[in-house]
């Protein structure tokens, strides 16, 4: 029963757009091209990257995610393209997204570059209420038996890199689709709408040891209210969606295996209580001498919800492509 009232809550989230509505990642340095087009092609070779998720174990209709990323640099490395697929059910939703990303790079000195991306795509939106289990089987919330909308959508960013720093700011869906309008005999509640989601990234590598032990900090923040002031209506203005963020901390041992803690809250927990701490995270990954890399995270959730569940977890398994150099001569930081 407590699984079915999780369920139902998160259906009127996705619904009210109250919370984050983009899927969230605790091992997002190694999937950066999901959040920012700019990002294309960074790694000097082709990369790919494929990524699952499973938010809160044990609770039936809990978010449940997978990404597939691949970006190559082109025309001397001035140039990166790249593929962004992702799927993401939660309840009796389920999004569906193709992209395709493209970066202008721009040396500004031997060791610094700052890339211009954009990117397009499709998502498919779908909902089948069919299998709600309802105590009121007319609630008009859930009216209908299928519902499915073909949205496109396009985005931007900026990414600015070294070989011991990166920043980042980006936008990966700017148009807000309205997924159900409001009716005269429905109250605005109803209104169903995506939003745009900001995203910051900062990171470093601080070599401790050389290149045989590097510490790696980096901070990811999410956003989606703070360009609520400048729409139409006031039940579109209304975003209670906390600004997320997640401090990761980073160790990289002999260029091979790489282990980090993390922890995910909102900055209004710190300023007036509105929001509460959400995980603190393990992770690892290891570098195969082949170019494969393989990594895995378990996220301990800090909320009341860890009662009924063990916590989330992701696996990733990754692969690059470098034909110029030796791989294990020169990691990848970022």
Known sequence: ?????????????????M??????????????????PAYAGSHEHLSMALLHRTQWINFQGAPNTQTFTAHTPLRENRVGV???????QIGVTRTSSANLSYAYRIPLSKKAKL??????????????????????SVDPAFDGDVQSKWLPNFGFGLYFQTKRF????????????KLRESSGTVESALVAQQYRHYYFTV????????????????????????????????????INAPTEFDVDLSVLFMKTLWVGAAFRSSIEKFSNDKSSFDSGDIWASYN??????I???????????????????????????????????????F
């Open 1 to 17: 029963m407590k699984n079915l009232l999780v369920l139902i809550i998160m259906v009127f989230v996705s619904f009210q757009a």
């Open 19 to 36: 919370g984050q509505q983009d899927p969230m990642f605790t091992k997002y340095m190694f999937n950066s091209l999901h959040y920012n």
């Open 82 to 88: 790249g593929l962004s697929l992702m799927h993401d």
């Open 115 to 136: 890339s211009v991306g954009i990117q397009g795509g499709m998502t498919n939106w779908r909902a089948d209420w069919q299998k709600l289990d309802l105590e009121n």
């Open 166 to 177: 990166y920043t980042g700011l980006s936008s990966p869906h700017l148009i807000e689709h």
């Open 203 to 238: 990171g470093g590598a601080i070599p401790i040891s050389g290149d045989d032990i590097v510490f790696k900090p980096s901070l990811l923040v999410k956003n989606v209210g703070i360009d609520s002031k400048l729409r139409k209506t006031e039940d579109l203005r209304t």
């Open 288 to 293: 195969l001498r082949n170019g494969m890399r």
């Open 295 to 333: 990594g895995a995270a378990y996220d301990y959730t800090l909320t009341e919800i860890n009662k009924e569940t063990p916590g989330s977890f992701e696996i990733m398994l990754g692969y690059e492509f470098d034909f110029k150099t030796n791989r294990i001569e020169t990691p990848r930081y």
